[in-house]
């Protein structure tokens, strides 16, 4: 069956660390990788785009890599601040389901001053 | 504001009542997605639109639930003798669609629309 997973413990982590989360998804075959953010109540924002033929994406502290061997991404932000803290979420969109995205459930990030 | 606006944002209903909501996507946006949330999980697809024409309509939950677009601006998205599993955040997004072989799009979710069934 196909499945996207991600940690579903919360990432504590001190301010102006990095913080690192994964997705890792088995039985697609995903031509683009997407992740969001998602504030309590609030609807998911986009943040990152990945191809499918792309290794790594950058936007100002953000950094997404895309690795379809492992079938993994890992999003990171670095220099890490309290207002990073959401629940991110990595979404996949495959070439049979365009334009409808499969959602993980999320990892919750915390930063601590 | 130009994003994707619905309504209502809070919805509390007696169990077998019909609700509605309202999606209105950012205006230049042809195609206009309805997804469900429940608490802990990621949003769920259930249908989508491009202007007029549902593409989709076969992730809807049940057959209670529907969801239309007459002109191809706003959607409403109603579901019919609601159950206490019903409660849930409603979630609408839009995109551009430039037709074919433009994918990858951006999704523009709106704030959604909480639901809950007593």
């Known amino acids: 069956s196909q499945k996207i997973e991600q940690n579903s413990e919360a990432l504590n982590i001190q301010e102006g660390k990095t913080a690192t989360l994964t997705c890792n998804y088995t039985n697609y075959s995903p031509a683009y990788l997407q992740w969001y953010r998602q504030d309590p109540g609030r609807g998911p924002v986009f943040l990152l785009l990945i191809r499918e033929n792309e290794k790594e994406k950058r936007k100002e502290r953000l950094k997404v890599t895309f690795d379809t061997t492992l079938k993994q991404s890992l999003f990171h932000i670095t220099a890490s601040q309290p207002a990073d803290s959401a629940t991110y979420l990595c979404?996949?969109?495959?070439?049979?389901?365009?334009?409808?995205?499969?959602f993980g459930a999320g990892t919750q990030v915390v930063v601590t001053p | 504001d130009t994003g994707v606006s619905q309504n209502p944002r809070h919805k509390i209903t007696k169990r077998g009542q019909n609700v509605t909501f309202r999606c209105d996507p950012i205006?230049?946006?042809?195609?206009l997605y309805w997804y469900r949330q429940t608490l802990g999980q990621g949003p769920e697809f259930l249908t989508y639109f491009q202007n007029e024409a549902q593409l989709e309509k076969s992730r809807l939950l049940s057959d209670r639930f529907s969801a239309e677009r007459p002109k191809g601006s706003f959607s409403t998205l109603e579901i019919q003798r609601t159950e206490q599993g019903d409660s849930a955040m409603y979630l609408c997004a839009s995109s551009p669609y430039l037709g074919q072989g433009s994918h990858g799009n951006t999704i523009y979710f709106g704030e959604g629309s909480w639901l809950t069934v007593v």
């Open positions: 205006s230049e946006h042809n195609r």
């Open positions: 979404a996949l969109e495959t070439t049979d389901s365009w334009g409808k995205l499969q």
